[in-house]
């Protein structure tokens, strides 16, 4: 999603807003652009394509001056034309300004703006604002009122920086349902989407919360309340990622290099408080309906969590996408929601939360973002601690995740009397093996997988199969895919195959199937018998699995044989199998890993 960046200094701003613009690509974009203030008012420098790209095209480091903004756009309103990219202008041009998220009135504003003769040059929803913002001052308001007037006549979601001529020593800025984080430097300030933005420069960040608008000089920042003008007290929050972990780290992807992280995150998401966990826990069981959710990827931990809630605990928690949830879940006081989020600022998974929040149900979110707008909205949060996922492509974020919601589940299981203190020793043993299992996997493996991909990309349709835990395995799998390699895969329960969908087995559509450990016997047979129908009907089949008896079937066309591996945690190797094979599916492609096309990173837009 957009992207939104701001430097107050005393020296030159705009090789480091360059620097912080290309440091938010990750979250997804098509076009950028950047103002920077000197004694003519804001110069604008604006294109599409790739950062890199349009700063040379658009020489941005030529642009002199101590203030500036820059964006990067991911289009909603509007094609992806220059004219569209941020930031926009007023019809006079003293004004730019730069926004992240929705402006669902901005029809009417604009007929209202262009009758007073305002000039609209692009289709975009946010050139409403400097419009709105240049009548208020005409109408006499001084220019931070008049920024204010616009704030609050936005309906929908923004989070807004603007520079202007008239007053050229800071930004302006204010949100409401999108993120803007200010940053705190040495005669210096910053302005971000997120931390990433600036955390080459500063560790120290104050996050706005909706309602909130402020100014921000090089030595200064004031944040008030767009209802009152009343100054709020915020507090100083450090960062504890660092700028090296945002970097590749020698491998020529950051998808490969989070891959490669997991069995660290594993770590991480183990050390987390088992008090939080605990709480977690006793609140599904507590709660007189639970549900998981979290939507894309989340969606499909949210199931994992589903199936190992109800078998290692008994516990019932329907994983419901967050995207359908409001109109097919009923849910009030006495329920619990828990929301998995990587970003923590995924508008549908907050849509659920605040709705929630207004329904006085008990929530709770799972994010990796310290300070994002979910932490600070549910009522209990456990951070991850995954460190910074700039892929667009979640791996070792949603592999925490999955640990996560095994642990709340293993501690459901204590509660509700399934589980004996006993056996919760010997699976949390289990866990804390999964490290070395991974790192195992893929040192030893990555060759064979990358074999594997670069024999079978080329076909483009595929079924991923799993049954049990594998089914959300299966789903994520089939997710990783699509995402990163454009191939269409088509994740389903190995059980619903013959249902239906049997039909269009032939000798062209491919089926991975993610077969559980033979210690799984009634699900390991289970999905032999579906690898049997679909060899019956003519079709081809990819395995995953840890079977010394299947590995000498003749009953595969293809496979990739796994290190052997509890039943608990065998489902999270084959996932990570598959992200392996996503990637190098992607390589052998030439597809761009790290950023596919149409995605984004944070998804803040309905
Ligand atoms: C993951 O690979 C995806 N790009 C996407 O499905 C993502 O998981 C989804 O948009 C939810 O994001 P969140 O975890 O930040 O809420």
């Known amino acids: 999603m957009c992207g939104i960046s701001g430097i107050i200094s005393n020296t030159s701003v705009s090789r480091r807003l360059l620097d912080s613009i290309q440091n938010l ?77 929705i402006i669902s009135n901005y029809g009417e504003l604009k007929a209202r703006l262009m009758k007073k003769g305002h000039i609209f040059r692009s289709e975009t929803d946010t050139e409403v604002i400097p419009h709105l913002i240049e009548e208020y001052r005409k109408g006499g308001l001084p220019l931070e009122r008049a920024f204010v007037a616009a704030l609050n006549e936005l309906d929908g979601s923004f989070a807004v920086a603007m520079v202007a001529a008239e007053e050229p020593w800071g930004i302006f800025c204010g949100k409401h349902e999108s993120p803007l984080i200010i940053g705190l430097g040495q005669n210096e300030n910053y302005l971000g989407s997120d931390f990433n933005a600036f955390i080459e420069y500063t560790k120290n960040a ?43 780290g020698g491998f020529p992807h950051y998808m490969l ?45 949210a199931q994992l969590g589903q199936y190992y809630l109800a078998s290692e605990a008994g516990v019932s928690a329907p994983a419901v996408s967050a995207d359908e949830f409001l109109e097919g879940s009923a849910f009030g006081p006495e329920d619990f929601i828990l929301a998995v989020s990587q970003s923590g600022e995924t508008y549908d998974t907050l849509r659920v939360l605040r709705e929630a929040k207004r329904r006085k149900t008990r929530t709770a979110a799972m994010v990796n973002v310290i300070g994002s707008t979910m932490a600070r909205l549910v009522d209990d949060v456990v951070m991850q601690g995954s ?64 074999t594997l991909a670069q024999r079978t990309a080329h076909h483009h349709n595929w079924l991923y199969l799993g049954r049990g ?40 559509l491919k089926s991975l199937v993610f077969v ?69 599916a992607a390589v052998t492609l030439g597809k761009n890993v790290d950023k596919p096309r149409a995605l984004a990173k944070s998804v803040t837009v309905a």
């Open 25 to 101: 690509e990750y979250r997804g974009y098509d076009s950028c652009g950047m103002a920077v203030i000197n004694s003519h008012g804001p110069i604008v420098r604006k294109n599409v394509g790739h950062v890199a790209e349009v700063a040379e095209k658009e020489l941005f480091t030529s642009l002199d001056g101590h203030v500036g903004i820059a964006h990067t756009r991911w289009a909603t309103h509007g094609g992806v034309t220059p004219v569209n990219a941020h930031p926009h202008t007023s019809c006079d041009g003293t004004i730019a300004v730069v926004h992240n998220g």
């Open 206 to 248: 104050v996050v706005m919360e909706d309602g909130e608008y402020a100014i921000i000089t090089h030595e200064s920042y004031a944040v008030k309340r767009m209802s009152n003008g009343e100054p709020v007290n915020k507090q100083v929050m450090p960062i504890e990622w660092d700028a090296e972990m945002s970097k590749k």
């Open 257 to 301: 290099k989070e891959i490669h992280e997991q069995p660290r995150t594993v770590i991480k998401a183990l050390a987390i408080d088992e008090n939080a966990i605990i709480n977690l826990a006793r609140r599904m069981i507590e709660a007189r309906r639970a549900n998981v959710t979290g939507v894309g990827t989340t969606y499909y931990v």
């Open 387 to 450: 460190g910074p996922e700039i892929c667009v492509i979640s791996t070792k974020a949603a592999l925490a995740q999955m640990i996560i919601l095994i642990r709340i589940a293993i501690e459901a299981g204590v509660l509700t009397g399934r589980i004996t203190p006993a056996d919760r020793k010997q699976k949390i043993k289990q866990l804390e093996a999964l490290p070395d299992i991974i790192s195992g996997f893929l040192n030893e493996y990555s060759g064979f997988v990358h």
């Open 469 to 508: 835990r594998y089914y959300p395995i299966a789903l994520e799998a089939a997710l990783k895919v699509k995402e990163v390699a454009y191939l269409h895969a088509e994740g389903m329960p190995a059980g619903f195959l013959k249902h239906g969908t049997i039909a269009l087995i032939d000798e062209k």
């Open 516 to 584: 559980p450990t033979e210690k799984e016997e009634e699900l390991y047979n289970m999905t032999m018998s579906s690898i049997e129908e679909i060899k019956a009907r003519g079709g081809s089949v990819t395995a995953f699995h840890s079977s010394r008896t299947l590995q000498r079937s003749k009953l595969l066309d293809d496979q990739l044989m796994l290190p052997a591996a509890p039943p608990l945690v065998a489902p999270l190797v084959s996932l990570i199998a598959a992200q392996l094979y996503s990637y190098f």
